[in-house]
Nanobody, 120 residues
Framework: QVQLVESGGGLVQPGGSLTLSCAAS????????MGWYRQAPGKERELVAR???????NYAYSVKGRFTISGDNALRAVYLQMNSLKPEDTAVYYC??????????????WGQGTQVTVSS
């Protein structure tokens, strides 16, 4: 059984910063990719940022230059540094990991979500 636990959400003023963390535990054979998604009220879940096991990153256009994703394959951990936050960044942020659970067997796993609210 694999579990993802997130931390770091909260309330921040516009222009402020937050760092989200996510760590996986359980029967993990290896990492394929890790990422962050978000879902605002009334909207669909969207990709924020993703990093492969080789360190290749991609970002949503709306967060490029403001957010930075990093990962530690050995620790099965992923981080999202969010700077210059805007009210439109308000959402529930979900950690996602694509992991090998056995040789040549992989699956997608999700965290429980952490609320990020950007407001004055």
């Amino acid at each position: 059984q694999v579990q993802l636990v997130e931390s770091g959400g909260g309330l921040v003023q516009p222009g402020g910063s937050l760092t989200l963390s996510c760590a996986a535990s359980g029967s993990i054979f290896g990492v394929i990719a890790m990422g962050w998604y978000r879902q605002a009220p009334g909207k669909e879940r969207e990709l924020v940022a993703r990093i492969t096991r080789d360190g290749i990153t991609n970002y949503a256009y709306s967060v490029k230059g403001r957010f930075t994703i990093s990962g530690d394959n050995a620790l099965r951990a992923v981080y999202l540094q969010m700077n210059s936050l805007k009210p439109e960044d308000t959402a529930v942020y979900y950690c996602n990991m694509r992991l090998y659970t056995d040789f040549a067997v992989w699956d997608d796993f999700w965290g429980q979500g952490t609320q990020v609210t950007v407001s004055s």
